[in-house]
């Protein structure tokens, strides 16, 4: 499996972006996808996840609202709002091996991962 992220820019503090993460040789359609992300200087965190059946959904502490996970057969989409130059980081899509799992929030629980996509928010 092959994940391919985009999307990410340069944006306004307050505005908005829309990430998508395409997977290549095989569906999501029982797959766990996430989003993590590393800021500059930091370690790699929990943004967003999503499980198999996209019933059940996990996002890291600092979200509070702004963003939302989904998913269809072949995409991952993490929408962005309200960003804040705290949110400046390189992120990363990810999806489980396994099917049918949960929606994780350890980065252990993914075993595909996309090469990242860099979000600047410029205040």
């Known amino acids: 499996v092959q994940l391919q992220a985009s999307g990410g820019g340069l944006v306004q503090v307050g505005g908005s972006l829309r990430l998508s993460c395409e997977a290549s040789?095989?569906?999501?359609?029982?797959?766990?996808v996430g989003w993590f992300r590393r800021p500059p200087g930091k370690a790699r965190e929990f943004v967003a996840s999503?499980?198999?059946?996209?019933?059940l959904t996990n996002y890291g502490d600092f979200v509070k609202g702004r963003f939302t996970i989904s998913k269809d057969n072949t995409k991952v989409y993490l929408q962005m709002s309200s960003l804040q130059p705290e949110d400046t980081a390189a992120y990363y899509c990810a999806a489980d091996r396994k099917t049918r799992g949960g929606a994780y929030t350890n980065a252990r629980n993914f075993d595909y991962w996309g090469q990242g996509t860099q979000v600047t928010v410029s205040s």
């Open positions: 040789g095989r569906t999501l359609s029982e797959t766990t």
């Open positions: 999503l499980n198999w059946s996209g019933h």
